[in-house]
């Protein structure tokens, strides 16, 4: 058992095999902190929905995922072409890239909270919350810091 309060990984998303380690090194992370079965399963659909966005859309980017007794916590960052209206990007059905689209609102729905941030021509940053013992879309405070 993680004698640790948390454990936080960094993992670089640039192909779609790195999607599935990623969900891999989430899932061991949240079984070593003890974290809930149901919260884990949630946490690895969220972050399969945003590693395959970083994969589908950009040319790699990074997940930071951060995994506490009480929930994973899940940051996904670009330097892709960003998105135009966010608006519209969390809408169900709507995707630029063939697909039923329906990915970020399912991120929406399933996390206790959700938070998308994007400039077009710089990157998007996406940062998910999912715990056991908050409301969806309950907010949080959180931060990250990166050298």
Known sequence: ????????QRLS???DSAIGHARRVMVELAEDAQVAQDV????????????????????GGDLFVQV???????VACDNGPGIGNVGEAMRDGHSTAGTAGNGLGAVRRTASSFELHSLVGVGTIAAARIYGNAPVG??????????
């Open 1 to 8: 058992m993680n004698a640790l309060p948390y454990q936080s």
């Open 40 to 59: 884990t399963d949630r946490a690895a659909l969220v972050l399969n929905e945003l590693a395959m966005n970083v994969v589908r859309h950009t040319r």
């Open 138 to 147: 309950a907010p949080r405070l959180g931060a990250l810091c990166v050298a």
């Open 13 to 15: 998303i640039d192909h």
């Open 68 to 74: 506490v007794r009480e929930g994973v916590e899940i």
